[in-house]
């Protein structure tokens, strides 16, 4: 049974940095894709960033102040966050996927950018 844990939230003031953590653990093999999502009160879940094997991608919100990247532990991720900004504050989700299979999300971990 694979579980999603993700760990590192908190409160930060603006312009601080926060590193989240995730890992995924019940599976042999490595996901093909790892990355990390966000939802804000009243909004939709948004794409933050994610990396395969071949790329990485982000979202234009977040280009040049965070960064994903994979653990030496297999199916380990974080996001690196630096220069906050109070509308970073969210939920932020670790997805784990494969291509044709089901993804798998954490629960959750807040991020809150305030002063």
């Known amino acids: 049974q694979v579980q999603v844990v993700e760990s590192g939230g908190g409160l930060v003031q603006p312009g601080g940095s926060l590193r989240l953590s995730c890992a995924a653990s019940?599976?042999?093999?490595?996901?093909?894709?790892m990355g990390w999502y966000r939802q804000a009160p009243g909004k939709q879940r948004e794409l933050v960033a994610s990396?395969?094997?071949?790329?990485?991608n982000y979202a234009d919100s977040v280009k040049g102040r965070f960064t994903i990247s994979r653990g030496n532990a297999r199916n380990t991720v974080y996001l690196q966050m630096n220069s906050l900004k109070p509308e970073d504050t969210a939920v932020y989700y670790c997805?784990?996927?494969?291509?044709?299979?089901?993804?798998?999300w954490g629960q959750g971990t807040q991020v809150t950018v305030s002063s």
């Open positions: 997805n784990a996927a494969n291509p044709g299979e089901r993804s798998y």
């Open positions: 019940g599976r042999m093999f490595s996901f093909n894709a």
């Open positions: 990396l395969t094997s071949s790329s990485t």
